[in-house]
Every structure is written in structure tokens, then in C-alpha cells.
């Protein structure tokens, strides 16, 4: 979700002064160079495309596992089986990053073989964004789908206990003239972070998206009436693909985001599919769609229809008129105080 | 979503008498008895499992297609184009139930194989429930999943314009002891029948599930702040590996149900995964999962946590210990209505 920061306490950072201060952050715990970049890029791309919740916000994190040990800044993802089509991967506790980059890589190779990979893996670490995975397919004219499990933080309809992640699915698929559709969500109602920043602004918490008494995040639909089974569902979907066909951890298995007891033994699941095995033409007909939505009567004239990833690229075209990233006071307070801890230069502004 | 009529106006009819009618009628309309069989047992499934929106409620329009010419009783499927993994399929106008049991075979073929099959068709029509074809993949131990494009019923957020379906998404994945996980939703709040079925009993419809004036279905999410923006993503995902990948008709192109100007020339999208391609135990790991989950400390005892498929699973026991499926006295008066234009037997009840 795109969510600007205020103007009046903000301040502007350019993404490569971003990536720079991530990799020295990064490097100062230990980590080998080609890790950190990995790590960083995956980190202002979030920001840039405006996933707040997952750039810098989490950098802190980070830092946090691999002085715990609970990240292994050299773990580089293993093949334990394979198929022309398929792979099954330990990630061998890497950075999501690494293990997310390194499985696209490989659906990808297997999709222009053979029409569609198929990639599988265990033991790796929150992976960011999906949108950065499924962009490496779109790179190449494929589509892109992606899967992850996460900490349990959604409650299933009729309960209040949180047991099962907010398990994203992203997606993305080549238009024309490098038009695409971009989706990239939790199967939650709202993300955690969503919730956070209506807490900090004692905003009341609708009760479509989460419990207010425990913060348990309701599911896509929000109540059963208005079909949370199938946020819910979705969830479990996600798990399958993710979790239970890994091997790895599982729904409230998972230990929580930012806990350091165990280690995080993340699932995710990669495909990419080629559509040259299809009807040709495929970026034509998806242009062809997404415009027509875009140009379907809206309620409203100022709020036109979109299509998903149309906020990130407006995001992102406001990140480049500006000159970078704009962070509220409290974000770049944060990043100084991490750079104090690990005698880092701090972010520098434009 | 399982429906049961009320028991004052409603008679009980024996599965294979729901059988022998369907099948009566199809051929009466000059179905071959395999094809006619194919989508009877489809229908017979849809009631059994307690969709009733997909049963014998659908039996007129699919006569209708017949009689107009615009459905083909013989049309069988083509393969276009094959790699091991993948193949893209001409369903010749045949009916989605043939359609979509020859795709999802091939499908499981190409996982027994590769470890994953993808079969996209156009050139299809209606395929009845998700759920018929999953249950192919899970008799073989497999993951199915499946996704079919519709008829433009859903208004994305921010217009009233229906411009894209209620594509829906299935998956089946196999459990021990016979358990399993069964998700076979719209991407809609709700379905086209749900809405029908408040309109019948003159009570009010939800916001959160359609446009009270025009009837347009709201996408998964109800409303723009509870993230209908996410139900209409996947709408459109669906859209993607169903008409634009086949080269069938998508989005607005495609004709409403029951009307029969032009050819339906759906999209669908299957996918056979075999879990013995990736960690041993799959199936194991799935029922801790779904056990785990159906133990969650409920907020009403008498509304414990389900899994997607066991609303279906309690009623298919229903149905067994009633002998048979309850119908209401207005889709008997609609059956009957049928058998006499057509002069077949009318349902014979228990």
C-alpha cells in the first residue's frame, strides 16, 4: 500500500544514498558484500514502490537476526530435488532475499524449458516483497506468481486466536509497451503495518480488520458474513504451497516476526509460466483488458478505476520527481539509531 | 456455500435419480449419452456437495444452450500446443464438464511425469463447480487446483460497471485418512445466487455485497477500504491464466449466463501438482495443519473452526442420511417444467 509520509517532518533519501547506508548496515554485522546488496536492493525497491511496512521499517529486524544468530549471512540456498519443471530448495537459513532471487532464477530457467517452473523451498528467512521476484520473471516476458508463508497473525473466522500468517500471493504479467499488471497482497484484510499506523494516530480500528481487543487480523472479507472463509481459505491455500509442501514451518508454528527464539524456517513458492506455450499474443489481450478496466465509468471522476501495481508505479514516478525516498521524522530516527549502534555514516539527505 | 432448502415445500430425490433426469434431458436435446453423463454427474456433484446454484438449477440453461445451437453436444477438446509440463487446449464449444475432466487429466498426466502439469483451454463453456476437477488431481494424491473465467458480474471498486466475473479459484490437496482441504470459492463477496436468494426472500442486500441499485457484485473485500481492491486483483489474476492466456474471450467480452447471442468461448486454467516432488509427508503435515486449525478455541462452542471443504463434507453426510438431495418446491415445479417440455420422466422422488 502506497502511504506517503507527512511533508512537514519528512525528509528526502536518495535510493542509491538508501542502498549505500543498508549495505553498510548490513556489512558492519558480518554480512559478505553480495548478501548485503541483494538484501538492500530488495529493501528500497519496497520503499520505492511503496511498501513502507517492508523497506526500511524492517531494517532494524535484519540487523537484529543476524546478531542472534538466527540468519546465516553466508546460507546459500541448496536444490535437494528436481524435475525439468520442478525444484524443492533448502535455503539453508539465508536471507530471504538471497533464497526469493535464487529460486525465481530457477522457475525461470525451467519455464523457457519447458513452459513452466515450479520452485519449492524450506529454511529462508522473510523475503521482503513478492513484486521483486515476480518482476524478475516479467524482466524476461514470463509471468511471475509468488507465494510466502509468514508469522501467525490472522485469527480464521470464529475465533479470536491468531493462527495461520497474513500469507501474500503476488503476481505479475507483461502488457504492452512495458504496461503490466502487478499484484501484490496479503490474505489479510490489512497488513499488520496498517494497523500499527492506526494505532499511533488513535485512529479507531475498524473491526473489519482486526479484533480490537487482541490486534488478531481478520482475513480478506473481514466478517464471515461478508465471506472471511475465503480470505481464510486463501491463507490455508497459501500454506500448501508454501509450508506444507516444504517441509519447512507452518501456520502457528511460525515463530513471530522480530522474535529471535527460533530459527524462522520460512516456505515460499515460486512459478513462472512462459505464454509463447499458449495463444500468442498474450501482451496484446492483457493490455487490451487492463485498459478497458482502467477506462470503466468511475463513481467518481477523481478516482479512476486501476488496475493493482498502478499506486506502486505512481509511487515510484513521485519517488523520481522527488529525488528519492520522503521518510517521516520517526523512520530516519530509527535508521540513526541504528547507525550509531553499528558505527555506520548515517543516511545522508538529499 | 451450502444452502439447505426448507424441509416444509421440499422433497427428497436419490442421487441417481438426479442422474437419470439430467441425463433423460441432455439426450432428449441430442447429447450422446458419455457427454450427457459427463455433465450430469457435474450437476448431480454440485447438489450433493450443496451448491445449489451449480445443480439441477443450472439444468435449464444448459438445455437452452443446446436447443440455440451455441453450445456443441459433440465438441471435444484439441490439443494446440504441448510441452511435458504444459498444454494449451480448444475445447470446441464442447461442454465445460468434458472440457474441464479432459484438461485436468492431461493436467495429472503431465505432475505424474514433470512433478507439475498446467493445462490452459479457451473455447469452453460453463464447467459447473471448481471442485469436480480438484477431486480428479486429489483421488491420485496430487494437488488440483483450477480457475475458470465468467460472465461479467463484478463491479471492480470505484464504478457500478460489471465489467469483470466471479473467476473463481479451487484447490483440493490431500490429507491422511481420506481428509482433505477442498477451497472452492468466487472472487466475489458473495455469489450471483446468493444475491438472487435475498432478492426472492425480499431482504435487504449487504452494501458490502453488491450495488443495491444495479445489482453489481461487490470483488472480495465488500468495500474499497476493506480492501476490495485485493477480491478484484484476484479476479483479474484469474482472468490472466484463464482468457488471456487461451485467447478465449475475457473480462467484458464475455456473454452474460443464460443469454445465447454468441458462443461462451470461456477460459480455464488447471493445475496438477504431485507433492512427491518436494518434501516427504506432505500429507501428514496437511491434516496437523487442518487439525490444529478445526482445535482453535472458537468464540461460540457451537461454531467451531472449519476448514474450507467441511461445510461441503457435512452436507454430502446429510445427503447420504436423507437418501438423497431436498430440493425446494420451486426447483422441482422448474424441473417438471422441463421434463414436460422436453417429454422426459419427471424427478422421481424417494
Given at each position: ?20 547506508f543498508?549495505v ?19 529493501i528500497?525497491?519496497a ?19 543476524v ?35 535464487f ?15 515450479l ?7 522473510h ?8 518482476a ?55 497488513s ?16 473489519a480488520w ?9 482475513p ?18 497459501v500454506e500448501?504451497l508454501?509450508?506444507i ?25 515460486f512459478?513462472?509460466i ?35 501495481g ?5 509511487h ?6 522527488a ?28
Amino acid at each position: 500500500m502506497s502511504r506517503a509520509p507527512t511533508r512537514s517532518s519528512a525528509c528526502v533519501i536518495p535510493l542509491p544514498e538508501i542502498r549505500r547506508f543498508v549495505v553498510d548496515c548490513m556489512m558492519a554485522v558480518g554480512t559478505p558484500k553480495n548478501n548485503a546488496e541483494k538484501l538492500a536492493e530488495n529493501i528500497v525497491e519496497a520503499d520505492y514502490r511503496g511498501f513502507y511496512g517492508h523497506g526500511l521499517n524492517r531494517l532494524a529486524i535484519f540487523v537484529g537476526e543476524v546478531q542472534h544468530s538466527v540468519c546465516n549471512v553466508v546460507g546459500f540456498p541448496k536444490v535437494l530435488k528436481e524435475t525439468p519443471a520442478t525444484a524443492w530448495i533448502d535455503g539453508n537459513n539465508g536471507f530471504g532475499s538471497v533464497v526469493g532471487s535464487f529460486c525465481m532464477d530457477l522457475a525461470i530457467e525451467k519455464a523457457q524449458k519447458v513452459g513452466i517452473g515450479l520452485v519449492v523451498c524450506k529454511g529462508s528467512n522473510h523475503f521482503g516483497i513478492g513484486s521483486m521476484y515476480t518482476a524478475q520473471a516479467l524482466k524476461k516476458n514470463l509471468i511471475g506468481i509468488c507465494f510466502t508463508n509468514t508469522s501467525p497473525l490472522v485469527a480464521p473466522p470464529r475465533t479470536r486466536s491468531t493462527v495461520i500468517g497474513t500469507n501474500s500471493i503476488s503476481m505479475a504479467a507483461p502488457g504492452m509497451n512495458a504496461d503490466s499488471f502487478n499484484l501484490d497482497m496479503a490474505t489479510s484484510a490489512v497488513s499488520r503495518g496498517t494497523i500499527e499506523m492506526q494505532q499511533k494516530k488513535h485512529l479507531i480500528i475498524p473491526s473489519a480488520w482486526a479484533d480490537s481487543g487482541s490486534g488478531a487480523l481478520c482475513p480478506l472479507g473481514g466478517t464471515e458474513t461478508n465471506s472471511s472463509y475465503k480470505g481464510y481459505g486463501l491463507a490455508v491455500l497459501v500454506e500448501v504451497l508454501c509450508g506444507i509442501l516444504s517441509g519447512g514451518a507452518y501456520g502457528s508454528n511460525i515463530r513471530m516476526l522480530g522474535s529471535f527464539d527460533k530459527l524462522a524456517d520460512l516456505g515460499h513458492c515460486f512459478i513462472a509460466i512462459d505464454p509463447k506455450g499458449f495463444a500468442t499474443g498474450f501482451e496484446g489481450r492483457l493490455s487490451d483488458l487492463m485498459e478497458t478496466l482502467r477506462r470503466t465509468q468511475p463513481i467518481d471522476p477523481k478516482n479512476p478505476v486501476l488496475i493493482a501495481g498502478d499506486r506502486e508505479k505512481l509511487h515510484m514516478k513521485s519517488v523520481d520527481q522527488a529525488g528519492g525516498v520522503t521518510y517521516t521524522r520517526d523512520q530516519l530516527e530509527a535508521s540513526a539509531k541504528i547507525a550509531k549502534n553499528l558505527r555506520v555514516k548515517p543516511l545522508q539527505p538529499k
